[in-house]
């Protein structure tokens, strides 16, 4: 018996770029995932900055009526810093949040973000050790002794 002949391999579908589906919320997706729905860490790097500036000034980076207006302000950057954030957040956000992923801070040297001056008095090995500075937490410890895990 032969084999019947093998089917032609479609090479229209090897060529297709492969796309994700787009999860998260629309305050902290970055200008890639909109335009081309690419992520990783510079993604990730671009988020940390619109957390930063929401922690540091009680308000979302990109705000509209809708998503589509919040979309189209993320793709301009089109950042409104208020009176008040203190100049090293801001130029830690406008570090992380630039329009090119590749040169958003920590990118190639994650030790660069963690050596930024807005990160001034962190202890790294200590918060990647997941230590709780315990004694510095008032009633910590009568919180820790109603828990019951």
């Known amino acids: 018996m032969t ?48 957390i930063i500036f929401e922690m540091c000034t009680g308000q979302k980076m990109f705000v509209g009526r809708n998503n589509q207006d919040v979309f189209n302000k993320i793709l301009k950057n089109e950042i409104d810093f208020l009176d008040g954030i203190e100049p090293d957040a801001e130029k830690l956000i406008l570090q992380l949040c630039s329009i090119e992923p590749k040169k958003r801070l920590g990118f190639k040297n994650i030790q660069k973000l963690k050596d930024h001056k807005f990160f001034e008095g962190i202890d790294w090995e200590q918060l990647a050790s997941q230590l709780c500075p315990q004694d510095e937490i008032p009633g910590f410890d009568d919180l820790r002794n109603t828990l019951t895990l």
């Open 3 to 50: 084999k019947p002949p093998a089917k032609p391999k479609d090479t229209n579908k090897s060529k297709k770029k492969k796309r994700g589906t787009f999860v998260g919320t629309p305050f902290y997706c970055a200008p890639e995932m909109l335009e081309n729905n690419d992520s990783g860490l510079f993604s990730d790097l671009w988020a940390l900055g619109c």
